[in-house]
């Protein structure tokens, strides 16, 4: 099913069985927060793991999803399911205009560029008037699904946020089990070698791209439901670190490893907000490790073990 | 002379005067010289390392709390720290070369950048720690105060004096490498590092100096940002993404290069804040989509 191979499905049903249970036992506005972090996180390692591409700008398409979600529902008074596709809208279409001109470097410069113009977004954010500036965009109704389904309740939002998330998991694991996905992997590997099979590895990272920050738009619309707000924080670029931080120590182009990132980072922070700014230290502290003896990340190293992928 | 600075233009129902636009122009090349600084430190790094260092902007920012600490712990003024500020912090950069970054030259370039990107998280939430954010405040040395008339406008003396300074280190570093032999040993060492060692230099040596050096650089534009910028931690994260996005316009391939375009960005800048204000935060990265849609490998950038 879906290309997963049989370590990976038995995961996948823990994984499942685990959001299943867990809003029973944990506070489900925790949980939505792990949930949508994982979505964005998921959505990142779409491009980082597969395609190789770096993009330290993922918090504008995240944050202007944000925006958008928050916006429409409060102001047009739209329904859930459309307030959020319209943030994931916003986030592929900001995306590949942004990867239009960022795909034309690669590497670091590629980093670098997406880093740019992120902050170019941030600095629209802070200027335009319907983001409210720095106090953002607050008081944020959840609304109805449907047109029915009373979203005020958490569990019912939670239940909504789960089938997003998973929705939005599967259909990552199928693009990259896709044989548009195979490209994705050359293109990782040796670009040059596929640009010579014929392949326009250009358009190939773009749709990519496009696809990354659809989801980004996605799990921040869906964010901004949750929560009820939509701020500055959204789309600064200390969001667009925390989610390569979320990834790498996951494990790069690993399955789970982002949502299993997004367990360990959102946990920590939950824990540590009292603790100011050593959160920012410690966070510092992880990437160095990360980098410096534990690339593969927690569930690279796991299944390095074990010998299996997961 | 007059005449020409009390034209004035409407531009977007701005209304433009020579003389404001000349003005804005001059004080844009103060962040003009730290774009240069900085983004001159990078591209000697890249060039050696093979590394973007992220740490850039925390670094610089180290500078100004070395020379804050210098008059408030022991005394030493703004004249002393200008040299001794960049040394102390070039050497904690040389340790850090020697006991973390040395460990990434096999790997793959975006390691470097994580690993830099983290060192910058972990000294940006230290000071942030101990000093708080809200800032310290560093006099402006004696002599260096006040303003003198240029011939269209009062320009504060300290500022003409970063510009120079700025300037000045900036065009020796560029001499260093394009004119000495040790300049010429390192960008032979950038072309093809492992001949270079073949002939009996000490190539990690080479290597840990540039990026000693480079450091220093951004130690150096630290300390002239202190007086200016009220010293706080966070200093450094608003240069650097515009310092990044520089790098993008002038590519890392050239010296100069990068010391024109630091330059040449910040007088742009600066002159936006006439015509239309809301801009003037955004101008640097509007460029940057120019030049990547007509020369997307920089203004004097080589390949990739």
């Known amino acids: ?310 | 002379m007059q005449a020409i600075l009390s034209y004035s233009f409407s531009f977007f129902g701005t209304n433009v005067t020579i003389a404001a636009l000349l003005g804005q122009g001059t004080l844009g090349l103060i962040n003009g010289a730290f774009y240069a600084c900085l983004s001159l430190g990078l591209a000697v790094i890249f060039g050696m390392l093979n590394i973007i260092n992220f740490a850039h902007g925390a670094l610089f920012m180290m500078g100004a709390f070395a020379s804050w600490m210098l008059l408030n712990y022991l005394g030493i003024g703004y004249f002393p720290s200008l040299i001794l500020s960049p040394l102390l912090v070039g050497l904690f950069g040389i340790f850090l070369e020697k006991t973390i970054i040395s460990r990434l030259y096999k790997l793959d370039h975006l390691y470097g950048l994580l690993l830099t990107f983290g060192l910058a998280l972990v000294i940006q939430g230290l000071f942030r720690n101990y000093y708080g954010s809200s800032g310290l405040p560093y006099q402006i040395p004696h002599v260096l105060q006040g303003a003198t008339y240029i011939g269209f406008m009062y320009m504060p003396n300290y500022r003409g004096w970063v510009v120079l300074a700025a300037l000045f280190v900036c065009l020796a570093t560029w001499a260093i490498i394009e004119k000495t032999s040790l300049g010429a040993t390192l960008r032979a060492a950038t072309e093809n590092a492992p001949l270079v060692q073949a002939f009996g230099v000490n190539v990690p040596r080479l290597i840990t100096l540039t990026y000693g050096g480079g450091i220093a650089l951004a130690a150096f534009a630290g300390v002239l940002a202190a007086p200016i910028y009220s010293v706080n931690p966070n200093m450094g994260d608003n240069f650097i993404n515009i310092v990044f996005a520089v790098v993008v316009i002038g590519g890392m391939g050239s010296i100069m290069g990068s010391i024109v375009t630091g330059f040449a960005l910040g007088v742009i800048e600066g002159m936006t804040k006439v015509v239309y204000p809301q801009a003037s935060a955004t101008v640097v990265f509007v460029v940057m989509v120019i030049v990547l849609l007509t020369k997307p490998r920089g203004l004097f950038g080589k390949a990739a």
């Open chain 1, 1 to 310: 099913m879906f290309g997963f191979s049989r370590p990976q499905l038995i995961a996948f049903l823990a994984m499942v069985a685990l959001i299943v249970i867990c809003p029973f036992i944990l506070y489900p506005v925790f949980l939505m927060r792990v949930l949508t972090t994982a979505l964005f996180a998921c959505a990142f390692n779409l491009m980082i793991g597969y395609v190789g591409l770096l993009s330290f700008g993922q918090a504008a398409f995240y944050g202007m999803g944000a925006y958008v979600s928050a916006w429409t529902i409060k102001n047009w008074h739209v329904d859930a399911s459309i307030a959020i596709a319209l943030g994931g809208l916003t986030g592929g279409v900001l995306g590949l205009a942004l990867g239009y001109l960022a795909i034309r470097r690669s590497g670091i410069y590629f980093a670098m560029i997406t880093l740019a113009l992120a902050q170019m977004v941030y600095f629209f954010c802070l200027e335009a008037p319907f983001t409210g500036g720095e106090d953002g965009i607050q008081q944020v109704p959840r609304g109805f699904l449907f047109g029915f389904i009373d979203l005020s309740k958490d569990m019912t939002m939670y239940w909504l946020v789960a089938a997003v998330f998973l929705g939005g998991f599967l259909l990552i694991h199928r693009i990259i089990h896709s044989p548009f996905g195979q490209v994705l992997k050359g293109i990782r590997e040796n670009e040059p070698r596929t640009t010579s099979l014929g392949y326009r590895t250009d358009d190939y990272k773009l749709i990519a791209f496009v696809l990354s920050c659809t989801l980004a738009g996605v799990a921040g619309g869906t964010k901004a439901l949750v929560f009820g707000i939509a701020t500055l924080t959204d789309v600064n670029s200390s969001t667009s670190g925390e989610i390569v931080l979320t990834t790498l120590l996951g494990g790069l182009g690993t399955v789970f490893g982002p949502a299993v990132g997004a367990v360990v980072i959102t946990t920590m922070e939950n824990y540590l907000a009292q603790m100011g700014a050593w959160v920012t230290v410690i966070q510092g502290a992880i990437f160095m490790f990360c980098v410096l003896s534990f690339r593969r990340g927690i569930l690279g190293e796991i299944g390095n073990l074990l010998k299996i992928k997961l």
